[in-house]
């Protein structure tokens, strides 16, 4: 029996132990993992509030990022247009002045087919064949990739029809 109740003795220094550990860690033990716990989580916290100011950010970022990206495309786009308009305003006048060109030029071959005679009619136009025949072969061989590339070759063809 006595295995199963343990002397008096025995039970008040267990008890005394265990206040004595209890106190200790009562006074040094427990404040000091309720403060690493307090610390770990107000840590946590930052980090999970730090965490959420970086989401927005980025979030705002890419906002931006997606407004900034529509602008550009909206300025290429305008930046497109005027080119073609003026690629076309450039184009329409050299069409225009190879008109007037054209003009003067059959104008003179008018008054010198009045002055010449049928043989002088023959040539000119075989002339004129010929430049057009040439000036089209020169469009359609040549790469226009650019305005100057195309005033270039609209002054050169002009020099070689004022030079015939």
């Known amino acids: 029996m006595d295995l199963l109740v343990p002397s008096t003795g025995l039970l008040f220094w267990m008890s005394l132990t265990f206040l004595v550990v209890l106190f200790i860690l009562w006074k040094f033990g427990f404040p000091v993992i309720t403060s690493m716990v307090q610390e770990r989580k107000a840590f ?26 529509q602008e550009a495309r909206e300025k290429q786009s305008q930046i497109l247009k005027e080119a073609a308009q003026t690629r076309d305003a450039i184009v329409e006048k050299a069409q225009e002045k190879a008109r007037q060109e054209g003009g003067r030029m059959l104008e003179e071959a008018r008054a010198a087919i009045e002055q010449e005679k049928k043989a002088a009619i023959a040539d000119i136009r075989r002339q004129v064949a010929t430049l057009s025949v040439e000036i089209a ?15 270039d070759l609209i002054d050169r063809m002009l020099d070689d029809v004022s030079k015939k």
């Open 44 to 69: 946590i916290d930052d980090s999970l509030r730090k965490a959420q100011e970086a989401n927005e950010r980025l979030a705002n970022i890419q906002k931006e990022g997606e407004s900034i990206l």
């Open 137 to 151: 072969e020169k469009v359609l061989r040549q790469n226009l990739q650019g305005d100057k590339a195309q005033m």
